[in-house]
Nanobody, 120 residues
């Protein structure tokens, strides 16, 4: 019905940058809020950033000033630009989207996750 596919993860040295993408496809009428979460080994999943359809941005304190969330509504794609990466940013990053469906209703969807490893 609807799929979210993340890409852009990988291994990067401390201080480096990565850009994650989240492409939504399927029976989409519109996408409301999009967000990114992450889960480090042995820890609970935590919220990282969110962007509304209108462009309002919110960030977790741990990433504020280093990460930038954005979206391209025409492409149904969200992005997370991550700069000044630290080892503690190492985690599986998940995309989340609240999607209004073509046949009606609004549902919450998750991507499969993409690994980000920050290490020298």
């Amino acid at each position: 019905q609807v799929q979210l596919v993340e890409s852009g993860g990988g291994l990067v040295q401390p201080g480096g940058s990565l850009r994650l993408s989240c492409a939504a496809s399927g029976s989409i009428f519109s996408i409301n809020a999009m967000g990114w979460y992450r889960q480090a080994p042995g820890k609970q999943r935590e919220w990282v950033a969110r962007i509304t359809r209108g462009g309002r941005l919110d960030y977790a304190d741990s990433v504020k000033g280093r990460f930038t969330i954005s979206r391209d509504n025409g492409k149904n794609t969200g992005y997370l630009q991550m700069n000044s990466l630290k080892p503690e940013d190492t985690a599986v990053y998940y995309c989340n989207a609240q999607i209004a469906l073509l046949h009606g209703g609004v549902q919450d969807y998750w991507g499969q996750g993409t690994q980000v490893t920050v290490s020298s």
